[in-house]
Every structure is written in structure tokens, then in C-alpha cells.
């Protein structure tokens, strides 16, 4: 039996020693994880079985043989390994032991629609972040597979992208609205009337210095917008919405934002806030927050074009004076049949709000044009250099302080890491005990399906290297070679036995 259990143990422990070398020969490959082979002892024979104690005897342990070893399972260390810098803009290193960059299989067509219209993934999930721009301004991996992210715009057409999102919406401007997958340029009221470019309805000066000016030139959003979305649900709450919006100032300097919510003409509730316009805005995407007087909530939407600074460059000497009071703009919402609806043009501002599902929506290949479109769609800004922020945020720069965000890098993470089956080339695929990916952007909603990223942040200009431990894996090959060498002996130990009862 011997002969037997020493050429299985020897056959076993070869494996062992293919783990590490595979961990060896990876020392350089970025974002390696080394794994760990794991034995279990082999079942027995009992040649003596034990017995209780009694009141004459004592008790009997049993008497057992071993039939040797076999591979328990071969674990995967999933922790963090350094991180190097590169200098290259393209590079992405992933900064904490969880989460992973998610690429299409280049083998298939991962990205589909299904019968929700709804953008559906199957793909592989890599740590590597070694990417590259290709030809078509994709942000690929070093084997053409497309980088996926959480998009904001559809590049090639400057249009916004939108989801069905809040109960209810009074638009004042041209915005991009629709299904996600086709959105269109401009708000409409779902037959295909455009609304109207903003307008106030009225204007109306305190008696200081020249008259308010509103410049739409350099807004493509003004809405407010009835709830906001639960983190959990991703339903909207809060009123319906149908009223006018009023643009004034008050004493400390501060622009307010007024909204009377009416029903039928007979005002029901008004929200307001202020904000101070002396503060630079580096989003173009700005949400404020309108409460009334119970304690509702609704959210103002102003989308700025790229490059616009303040509040005060849209509307333009709105002035306060301690005796005649504020001068004001009022927008009209009065007309509820055209201008109401539910479809939300998505900011990253939003995906703090976004319920998991909604952000999957969003999904798709992450490309970095060389342009990018101000309001009118036929206008295009040269793109003269990109940025990828910690939070996963595409940043593209124009040549005069335009910027626009694109979105944010898609993150992925699983319950179980350690159950993903390694496909190669630095990837990973979903197994029966992974779990399901988790799809998500870094700061964005908690996806319950999969412990949270809270803690990690993307590294630009930098790569991860592998976690291998080469003193680790030489002790370890040691300790492996040694236990080959003594099974070897024990195979030609029980071989002089066998010869020495042939020559009797």
C-alpha cells in the first residue's frame, strides 16, 4: 500500500510545486495574484475499532491508516499589491483589496439590450489596468478588449444620456431627455413638439443700476425636478410639481431660488433656497436642493455649459437693495400638458442617487473623443487633454477651460473574489461560487449583493504590480521539494521490502 500512497502523494505534491512556479514565473505581470495549493489527508482504513469504557474495562481508541493526500483546493490572494507609477495618463492602478476594472470578452458581443431596452454585460473583470486609447477613441485593454464605465454622454452626438427616474418634472429649457439608448436633444412633451428655449415670463427691476439679464446661451438645462430618488428603491419622493420658478437676491448677497408649486393656478407650496454666487462651480452639472416650510424637499436642475464659472454669468445682474428690495426673474411652468414628465437627464452629481439597476443602465464602452459638443449639437470643442480622477471620473478639456465630465470608470465586486475562475491574460469570469458581479462606480448607491468599495479609489498614472512574495515562494518550494524527496524514499523503502520477501 505504500508503493501506492507515496506515487499518489508524489503526483499530488507536483502540483504544489506548478503553483508555485506559476507564481514565480508571474513576479513581473501587472497585478498578478499568487495563489496557495491546500491538502487534505486522504480517507482511512481502521484496523482496530474503538470502544466505550465500562464498568470492567476501560475504553479503546481506534486503530487507523492513512492512504495518503490529495489537493484540498489551490487559493487565490486577492490582496493589493504594490503600486508603481507609470507617467501614463491610459494607466489605472485599483487602490484597496477590493473591486475590479470590468472589459468585454473580446471573443463576444457583451453589450445587448434586452427586451426592457435596458443595457444588459456578461464580461470578464480584470485588476490590470494597463489600457491604451485605440483608432476610434475607445479606451481599450492591451488585447482590444473595450473598457466599460457608467457614461454620461453618447460622444459621437454630444446627446445626454436620461433615465425614467422621478415622479414629476417642470422643464424650463432645451435638455436631453429620453430612452437612454436614444436620447434626444431637446425636452418634449413624448409626441415630438419641442419645448421652448428659456424665456422668463417676466422681469422685473427694484430700480438699481440696468435691468436683469438672463443668458441662455450658456445654459442647456433649467428644471425642477418633484422628489428626490431613494438610494434604496430608486423610486422619486416628494409632491407633483406644476408652477413657476423666480431667480432673486437677498440681503447677504446670496441668489435665491423660488418655486411656487400650483395646482390649477391656486399656489399650494413654495420652495426656496439660496446660494452663494461667489463661489467658483467646477461642475457644469450644478443640483440644488429646494425645500418649503413642511419639510419637502425638490431638486432645481441647472446644466451649465463647459467653462461657465458662476451663477452670476446666467443671470446677470439680479440686484438686491435694502429699500426697493430684489430685482427678480420669473420662469413660466403653467402649462403642464407640455411641459411635465419623468424622463431625467443623468449628471454625476446623480449617481449618488441612482439606484444599482438604474447605473447599470447606464453602462457602456468608455470613449474619449478628441471632441466634444457644447449646447448646439453642431458645435463641437477640440479636446486637447483628458483626466482620470481617484473617484473613476473622465474628465476632457478644451482649449479654453471648457471641460466636460464623461462619466466614471465601472467598478465591479463580488461577495466571494476568491471564486472567480481565472481566464487568463490577467482576467477573471464569474463562477457558480462568486457570486454575481456587482456593477457599480466608485461613491455611488451600496449595492447589497457584494461587500461595498468604501476605501478604494483609482490611481491614474499608475499600475499595480503583483502581490508575489519571492522569499515566500522559495521557502514554500523548499518545504514542497523537501516532502518530494522523503515520499521518494519512502517508494523505494517499501521497494527493498518487497525485494527483500522475493529473495527469501
Same mark, same amino acid.
Given at each position: 500500500?505504500?508503493?501506492?500512497?507515496?506515487?499518489?502523494?508524489?503526483?499530488?505534491?507536483? #502540483? !504544489?510545486?506548478?503553483?508555485?512556479?506559476?507564481?514565480?514565473?508571474?513576479?513581473?505581470?501587472?497585478?498578478?495574484?499568487?495563489?496557495?495549493?491546500?491538502?487534505?489527508?486522504?480517507?482511512?482504513?481502521? +484496523?482496530?475499532?474503538?470502544?466505550?469504557?465500562?464498568?470492567?474495562?476501560?475504553?479503546?481508541?481506534?486503530?487507523?491508516?492513512?492512504? *495518503?493526500? +490529495?489537493?484540498?483546493?489551490?487559493? =487565490?490572494?486577492?490582496?493589493? *499589491?504594490?503600486?508603481?507609477?507609470?507617467?501614463?495618463?491610459?494607466?489605472?492602478?485599483?487602490? /484597496?483589496?477590493?473591486?475590479?476594472?470590468?472589459?468585454?470578452?473580446?471573443?463576444?458581443?457583451?453589450?445587448?439590450?434586452?427586451?426592457?431596452?435596458?443595457?444588459?454585460?456578461?464580461?470578464?473583470? =480584470?485588476?490590470?489596468?494597463?489600457? %491604451?486609447?485605440?483608432?476610434?477613441?475607445?479606451?481599450?485593454?492591451?488585447? @482590444?478588449?473595450?473598457?466599460?464605465?457608467?457614461?454620461?454622454?453618447?460622444?459621437?452626438?454630444?446627446?445626454?444620456?436620461?433615465?425614467?427616474?422621478? &415622479?414629476?418634472?417642470?422643464?424650463?429649457?432645451?435638455?436631453?431627455?429620453?430612452?437612454?439608448?436614444?436620447?434626444?436633444?431637446?425636452?418634449?412633451? !413624448?409626441?415630438?413638439?419641442?419645448?421652448?428655449?428659456?424665456?422668463?415670463?417676466?422681469?422685473?427691476?427694484?430700480?438699481? *443700476?440696468?435691468?436683469?439679464?438672463?443668458?441662455?446661451?450658456?445654459?442647456?438645462?433649467?428644471?425642477?425636478? /418633484?422628489?428626490?430618488?431613494?438610494?434604496?428603491?430608486?423610486?422619486?419622493? $416628494?409632491? /407633483?410639481?406644476?408652477?413657476?420658478?423666480?431667480?432673486?437676491?437677498?440681503?447677504?448677497? +446670496?441668489?435665491?431660488? %423660488?418655486?411656487?408649486?400650483?395646482?390649477?393656478?391656486?399656489?399650494?407650496?413654495?420652495?426656496?433656497?439660496?446660494?452663494?454666487?461667489? &463661489?467658483?462651480?467646477?461642475?457644469?452639472?450644478?443640483?440644488?436642493?429646494?425645500?418649503?416650510?413642511?419639510?419637502?424637499?425638490?431638486?432645481?436642475?441647472?446644466?451649465?455649459?463647459?467653462?461657465?464659472?458662476?451663477?452670476? #454669468?446666467?443671470? &446677470?445682474?439680479?440686484?438686491?437693495?435694502?429699500?426697493?428690495?430684489?430685482?427678480?426673474?420669473?420662469?413660466? $411652468?403653467?402649462?403642464?400638458?407640455?411641459?411635465?414628465? %419623468?424622463?431625467?437627464?443623468?449628471?454625476?452629481?446623480?449617481?449618488?442617487?441612482?439606484?444599482?439597476?438604474?447605473?447599470?443602465?447606464?453602462?457602456?464602452?468608455? +470613449?474619449?473623443?478628441?471632441?466634444?459638443?457644447?449646447?448646439?449639437?453642431?458645435?463641437?470643442?477640440?479636446?486637447?487633454?483628458?483626466?482620470?480622477?481617484?473617484?473613476?471620473?473622465?474628465?476632457?478639456?478644451?482649449?479654453?477651460?471648457?471641460?466636460?465630465?464623461?462619466?466614471?470608470?465601472?467598478?465591479?465586486?463580488?461577495?466571494?473574489?476568491?471564486?472567480?475562475?481565472?481566464?487568463?491574460?490577467?482576467?477573471?469570469?464569474?463562477?457558480?461560487?462568486? @457570486?454575481?458581479?456587482?456593477?457599480?462606480?466608485? /461613491?455611488?448607491?451600496?449595492?447589497?449583493?457584494?461587500?461595498?468599495?468604501?476605501?478604494?479609489?483609482?490611481?491614474? !498614472?499608475?499600475? #499595480?504590480?503583483?502581490?508575489?512574495?519571492?522569499?515566500?515562494?522559495?521557502?514554500?518550494?523548499?518545504? &514542497?521539494?523537501? $516532502?518530494?524527496?522523503?515520499?521518494?524514499?519512502?517508494?523505494?523503502?517499501?521497494?527493498?521490502?518487497?525485494?527483500?520477501?522475493?529473495?527469501?
Amino acid at each position: 500500500m505504500s508503493l501506492f500512497i507515496g506515487a499518489v502523494a508524489l503526483t499530488t505534491m507536483q #502540483e !504544489g510545486i506548478s503553483v508555485i512556479a506559476n507564481n514565480i514565473a508571474n513576479i513581473n505581470t501587472t497585478a498578478f495574484k499568487a495563489s496557495r495549493v491546500h491538502y487534505f489527508d486522504q480517507t482511512y482504513t481502521t +484496523k482496530k475499532f474503538g470502544s466505550s469504557p465500562t464498568t470492567t474495562r476501560g475504553g479503546l481508541n481506534p486503530g487507523q491508516t492513512g492512504t *495518503g493526500i +490529495k489537493i484540498a483546493d489551490i487559493s =487565490t490572494n486577492h490582496t493589493k *499589491g504594490p503600486i508603481r507609477s507609470t507617467g501614463s495618463a491610459t494607466d489605472l492602478a485599483i487602490n /484597496g483589496d477590493d473591486g475590479f476594472f470590468v472589459v468585454t470578452d473580446e471573443l463576444t458581443s457583451n453589450l445587448s439590450t434586452n427586451s426592457n431596452n435596458v443595457n444588459t454585460f456578461d464580461g470578464h473583470y =480584470t485588476r490590470n489596468g494597463h489600457f %491604451s486609447i485605440d483608432a476610434d477613441q475607445n479606451l481599450v485593454t492591451s488585447d @482590444g478588449a473595450f473598457v466599460m464605465g457608467v457614461m454620461l454622454y453618447e460622444p459621437l452626438s454630444g446627446r445626454i444620456k436620461s433615465v425614467d427616474t422621478y &415622479q414629476n418634472i417642470t422643464y424650463f429649457s432645451d435638455q436631453s431627455v429620453g430612452d437612454i439608448n436614444s436620447p434626444t436633444y431637446v425636452a418634449t412633451d !413624448g409626441i415630438g413638439a419641442n419645448l421652448p428655449v428659456p424665456v422668463p415670463a417676466s422681469v422685473n427691476t427694484s430700480g438699481i *443700476g440696468v435691468a436683469p439679464i438672463f443668458n441662455p446661451n450658456i445654459l442647456s438645462e433649467l428644471s425642477v425636478r /418633484g422628489g428626490v430618488i431613494d438610494r434604496n428603491t430608486g423610486i422619486a419622493t $416628494g409632491p /407633483g410639481l406644476n408652477g413657476d420658478l423666480q431667480i432673486s437676491r437677498q440681503a447677504d448677497g +446670496k441668489m435665491v431660488f %423660488s418655486f411656487d408649486d400650483q395646482n390649477l393656478g391656486t399656489p399650494i407650496s413654495t420652495f426656496t433656497a439660496s446660494f452663494d454666487t461667489t &463661489q467658483q462651480i467646477l461642475d457644469n452639472v450644478q443640483t440644488v436642493e429646494l425645500s418649503n416650510q413642511a419639510g419637502d424637499v425638490i431638486q432645481l436642475r441647472i446644466r451649465l455649459e463647459p467653462g461657465v464659472g458662476s451663477f452670476d #454669468e446666467v443671470f &446677470q445682474d439680479v440686484n438686491y437693495d435694502p429699500v426697493l428690495g430684489s430685482d427678480t426673474l420669473t420662469f413660466s $411652468g403653467a402649462d403642464p400638458a407640455t411641459q411635465s414628465g %419623468s424622463a431625467v437627464t443623468v449628471a454625476d452629481a446623480d449617481l449618488n442617487h441612482l439606484s444599482v439597476s438604474q447605473i447599470r443602465d447606464l453602462v457602456d464602452k468608455i +470613449k474619449v473623443p478628441n471632441f466634444f459638443h457644447v449646447q448646439d449639437p453642431l458645435l463641437e470643442v477640440e479636446t486637447i487633454d483628458f483626466s482620470i480622477e481617484s473617484d473613476g471620473t473622465i474628465n476632457i478639456f478644451g482649449p479654453s477651460s471648457e471641460n466636460l465630465n464623461l462619466g466614471r470608470v465601472l467598478v465591479a465586486n463580488f461577495t466571494n473574489p476568491d471564486g472567480l475562475s481565472a481566464k487568463g491574460n490577467s482576467r477573471y469570469e464569474e463562477s457558480p461560487n462568486s @457570486g454575481v458581479a456587482a456593477l457599480n462606480v466608485i /461613491g455611488g448607491p451600496f449595492n447589497s449583493s457584494a461587500p461595498s468599495l468604501r476605501g478604494t479609489t483609482i490611481v491614474s !498614472g499608475a499600475l #499595480e504590480t503583483s502581490n508575489v512574495n519571492l522569499a515566500e515562494e522559495f521557502a514554500e518550494m523548499i518545504q &514542497q521539494q523537501r $516532502g518530494l524527496q522523503a515520499q521518494s524514499r519512502t517508494i523505494s523503502t517499501a521497494d527493498e521490502i518487497l525485494q527483500t520477501i522475493i529473495n527469501l
